[in-house]
């Protein structure tokens, strides 16, 4: 079938319920290879679970905005996907004070982005002091990710760029090879934000461009031929192989599922864990890819009722059986989380039997917190209260409605009751930001995970876990790793940090996060960045 009459299939499969789309036949066979060794050329089919919602470069933070603005952009700097180490790119070379206050970016020299516009010193000096201060006129934030700037000059005869922090910033580097902090056309900074919210107002120096988006039925991505200045990463110089990337939102599984099978898809993302191995079987390639970052965690809300006694909290961490999750629920994509972050993430501290399975203990808490009565349905009470625990199942898993059942199974064998709602993806924000709500499934990769924890759990930023007084002892942390100006100083606050979190069971971690994806066998050198999200670039197909 030709990309055309595939693009057509599966729009309309898309915005059809799932009886009546032709894709969901599983029985279906994928399209045969077309052999062809040829890298060049050829369309890839993308389906993501999900539909694009802002792709704002310091407000957006959805997993598919992300993805795709990587695709189209590059980055001051390059993270190793293998390794995590950070190497040139934009700036193929740089310098860092010995205090940790400047930082001195040489740019290459003829990169452009898609518009024709150069991507010089002065674009490059003009794209951080954007990311550091926004447009409070244009309702555009700073990327709460940067640090405090005291200065960006540049130099456009040496092509350097110096940036002046007002105190050390750890993770700076890091933050420049992240995607929210891709370099933009001075078009897309001046444009309005309605522009930059859709992916067509990005104009990037990348190695795709974007040829249309239609919101809600697809967007479709061109290869750049004058595009010759990717990272050292990547395998291969110039030209992207591909010719087109067509991206459809596909929300229901099955017909993703199927649209696979049959052929009319080459690449999707998220499959549920029980169909990985029916689908190897039929030929498909069943990718998993753990990301640096942050686990796949409960967060819990101190503002909800009982959540602010640390027994309670406890009890919850030792109640949660991790192996009979991952044995039950998933497959060797998946592993058992065994601190806050990801065994690849800097600093990482092996904690697992400080939050082990253990029900005797989580018993053992909650007679001390007083939860000694039950009720009727077997349930703890206290002075005429149920110990109840109330959640939303995320949208953003696709995998966490049998994984939120069976640990409400298991909070049950002590006792708790956890009451578990679900809402759509349109109001999943909006709903979690209840009081009310006791826990909320977090964490993701990301290029600096103690960025994103600070962000979201210090009581004076987001206060994530709803601290109803201060924890400053954890403030305290989060700020000083920020400052650190060695590697070693930094890894024992962030080991702290770790250690913090466990012993006052703040977080339930569950699972190391895992993007799971399914290919095509004529689809070869599918690639992901170090936090899983996948490139285009390297890819090339049989089918022409």
């Not at 189209?72 to 193929?92: N, Q, S």
């Not at 939303?392 to 994984?403: A, C, E, G, N």
């Not at 962030?494 to 069971?505: L, M, T």
Request: glycine share 6%; with cysteine; aromatic share 10%.
């Amino acid at each position: 079938m030709n990309t055309a009459l595939r693009r057509t299939s599966l729009v309309i499969a898309a915005t059809l319920a799932v009886g009546m789309s032709m894709t969901a036949c599983a029985a279906a066979t994928p399209a045969a290879s077309g052999g062809s060794t040829e890298k060049a050329g050829g369309s890839l089919v993308y389906l993501d679970a999900e539909l694009s919602s802002n792709t704002q470069l310091q407000s957006s933070g959805t997993w598919q905005d992300s993805a795709y603005v990587t695709n189209v952009t590059d980055r001051l700097l390059d993270r190793d996907p293998e390794t995590g180490e950070i190497g040139p790119y934009i700036a193929d070379t740089w310098n860092v004070s010995d205090d940790g206050l400047v930082y001195e970016f040489h740019i290459v020299d003829g990169v452009t982005y898609s518009d024709g516009t150069p991507l010089d010193a002065a674009n490059v000096a003009r794209n951080l002091e954007w990311q550091a201060n926004g447009d409070a006129d244009g309702g555009i934030p700073a990327n709460n990710w940067f640090p405090a700037v005291s200065d960006i000059t540049h130099d456009d005869d040496a092509q350097t760029v110096t940036v002046t922090l007002e105190a050390p910033y750890a993770p700076f580097l890091n933050v420049l090879s992240f995607w929210r902090t891709s370099l933009v056309a001075d078009a897309t900074i001046d444009s309005s934000l309605e522009a930059q919210s859709q992916l067509t107002g990005i104009i990037g120096s990348g190695p795709f461009v974007v040829e249309s988006e239609k919101y809600g039925e697809e967007i479709v991505l061109t290869a750049r031929d004058d595009y010759d200045w990717a990272p050292g990463s990547a395998a291969h110089d110039g030209r992207a192989y591909l010719d087109e990337v067509v991206i459809i939102p596909v929300t229901e599984d099955s017909v993703r599922l199927g649209s696979l099978r049959s052929g009319e898809a080459d690449l999707i993302r998220y499959i549920q864990p029980s169909e990985e191995a029916g689908l190897e079987a039929a030929g498909i390639t069943v990718v998993g890819v753990q990301g640096a970052g942050n686990v796949n965690a409960w967060e819990l809300h101190q503002s909800a009722p009982f959540l602010d006694d640390v027994r309670v909290r406890q009890a919850l961490q030792h109640g949660i059986d991790r192996q009979q999750i991952l044995d039950d629920l998933y497959t060797d994509n998946w592993q058992v989380a065994t601190s806050t972050v990801t065994p690849t993430t800097f600093g990482y501290v092996d904690l697992s039997d400080e939050f082990a399975y253990d029900a005797d203990e989580s018993n053992a808490l909650l007679d001390e917190a007083g939860w000694t009565e039950r009720d009727s349905d077997g349930y703890r009470t206290k002075d005429g209260e149920r110990l109840s625990i109330l959640t939303y199942i995320d949208v953003f898993d696709s995998t966490s409605k049998p994984l939120f059942q069976l640990i409400q199974w298991q909070l049950e064998q002590i006792g708790v009751e956890l009451v578990i709602k679900e809402t759509d993806y349109a109001n999943y924000s909006a709903t979690i930001a209840d009081p009310a709500i006791g826990a909320r499934r977090n964490g993701w990769p990301e290029a600096d995970a103690w960025v994103r924890q600070n962000v979201n759990y210090n009581s004076t930023l987001t206060n994530g876990f709803a601290f109803q007084e201060p924890d400053t002892e954890l403030d305290a942390l989060y700020e000083a790793q920020a400052t650190a100006t060695t590697d070693e100083e930094r890894a024992e606050i962030v080991g702290d940090i770790q250690r913090r979190v466990i012993e006052q069971a703040y977080a339930l971690p569950i699972l190391d996060d895992t993007q799971v994806f399914g290919l095509q066998s004529y689809v070869h050198d599918f690639t992901t960045t170090y936090e899983a999200r996948p490139t285009f670039y390297d890819v090339w197909t049989e089918n022409k």
